[in-house]
């Protein structure tokens, strides 16, 4: 079975529309939701500034892996929806069960809400990508 790469124009209209929601969407949850969650919860656990090049570089990369894994693989836009979800569930899972495996006193809470929010987010932005970069037999 022949495999037909997706055109490189199609990766980039995926990789950009997903960068754009992905920013949109999570600046949301960092201006508006987060800060009083997390400070909430677990403060003693906070940096006293964020690390920009430790932002970006997982944007970067996270985004890629949005693209790779849900994205171009899907052919339909539920597809994409669920593969990003199941995406997002995983990742932001890895992370907060680490967290909760290796912290002292890591708040359930945290993990439950951060694992949830990454399974919202990652398969709006996923479906967003999809609709904006989809085959052109969909468009």
């Given at each position: 079975?022949?495999?037909?790469?997706?055109?490189?124009?199609?990766?980039?209209?995926?990789?950009?529309?997903?960068?754009?929601?992905?920013?949109?969407?999570?600046?949301?949850?960092?201006?508006?939701?987060?800060?009083?969650?997390?400070?909430?919860?677990?403060?003693?656990?906070?940096?006293?500034?964020?690390?920009?090049?430790?932002?970006?570089?997982?944007?970067?990369?996270?985004?890629?892996?949005?693209?790779?894994?849900?994205?171009?693989?899907s052919v339909t836009?539920?597809?994409?929806?669920?593969?990003?979800?199941?995406?997002?569930?995983?990742?932001?899972?890895?992370?907060?069960?680490?967290?909760?495996?290796?912290?002292?006193?890591?708040?359930?809470?945290?993990?439950?809400?951060?694992?949830?929010?990454?399974?919202?987010?990652?398969?709006?932005?996923?479906?967003?990508?999809?609709?904006?970069?989809?085959?052109?037999?969909?468009?």
């Amino acid at each position: 079975m022949t495999q037909v790469s997706p055109p490189p124009g199609r990766i980039a209209r995926a990789y950009g529309a997903a960068f754009l929601a992905f920013l949109a969407i999570d600046a949301v949850w960092l201006t508006q939701v987060g800060p009083d969650f997390y400070a909430a919860h677990i403060a003693s656990h906070m940096a006293e500034a964020v690390n920009y090049t430790a932002a970006a570089l997982f944007y970067l990369i996270y985004i890629a892996g949005i693209v790779g894994f849900a994205v171009l693989p899907s052919v339909t836009l539920r597809g994409a929806l669920v593969r990003g979800a199941c995406l997002g569930f995983v990742a932001y899972g890895t992370y907060d069960m680490t967290a909760l495996a290796a912290f002292n006193n890591w708040p359930v809470i945290v993990t439950v809400v951060d694992m949830a929010w990454g399974t919202v987010l990652t398969g709006l932005v996923a479906a967003a990508s999809w609709w904006v970069a989809r085959p052109r037999e969909f468009a």
